[in-house]
């Protein structure tokens, strides 16, 4: 008997519980009907198992709950800035200017009360102009204009027709064509001024902004090292690691293998941009591991 009431007593949570084949339920019925230890002993468990469920198996299944959710976020987000880095990785490409040399027509000045009304020939999708005064004369004003097309424009079906410069306050002005490819710059309008067989040449930018790069992630790797004992530093190290690795791979996807550049401030904030959206979205990939 008392075999019996050990095996019963054993049995009763999961009788509580409704858990126990027919065949079992029904031997455990039959002897709490004629055993009132027993009897007693599962009214004590049904007490007990409600209090016992809210306290120690809520807590894990509620964690593991929230775990799902931040895995789900943060899997949304991490897809979301890969998309958007892919998206702006591909129009950095598809839109790099193609500028195009002097040809008789690409571009056309007529003189304007206040200033010169310039307007481009088929092919030409965007164009920008500079003024600025000439040094050696101040009532005197230098122009420069470049015009280019891209392969985001053509599909686009973008088309450059007419803008003016103003012109009001300066007494006599030269206007050059800048062709961006290492050739002389074209005389449009007014007086070279000795300026004859000057070249517009590019930016040297992108070359020194990987020199950079490439010194930064030198100096993480030294501190990194120096560091790595220290559990409050390495962490901030671990995570910046990467970054300079990411601007060179962003530079190099917009430029090209190139050390320099004619539209540097449009190549250096995309490149930018596309470096923080691949940041992003590996510090989201490594928190997802960490989830997992």
Known sequence: MKNECS???DLLPLYAEDMLS?????????????CDGCREEFERTKELEPAHCD???AAPLKLIRKRLYLKRIGTAACAVVLALALFVS??????APEYLPYSQGLVTVEELDGGLKLSFGKGVTDFDFRTYADPDDPDHLLCSVEA???TWDRWLGKSAKTTVIGTENAESVTLYYTPNNGSDDVLLYGDANGNEGSVTLPRLTPGYLLILALCAEALLWLLFLVFRKNTAVKPILSYLLPYPVLYVAAQLLVVGI???SYSMPRDFFLSLFISL?????LLLYLGLRRLR
């Not at 959206?277 to 979205?281: E, F, N, S, T, W």
């Open 7 to 9: 095996i019963v007593r």
């Open 258 to 260: 190139s050390f320099a």
């Open 277 to 281: 959206l691949l940041y992003c979205g």
């Open 22 to 34: 027919p065949e079992t339920s029904e031997f455990v019925a039959e002897h709490l009907k004629g």
């Open 55 to 57: 306290v120690s198996d």
């Open 148 to 150: 280019w097309t891209s």
């Open 90 to 95: 591909a129009f950095a490409v598809l839109d």
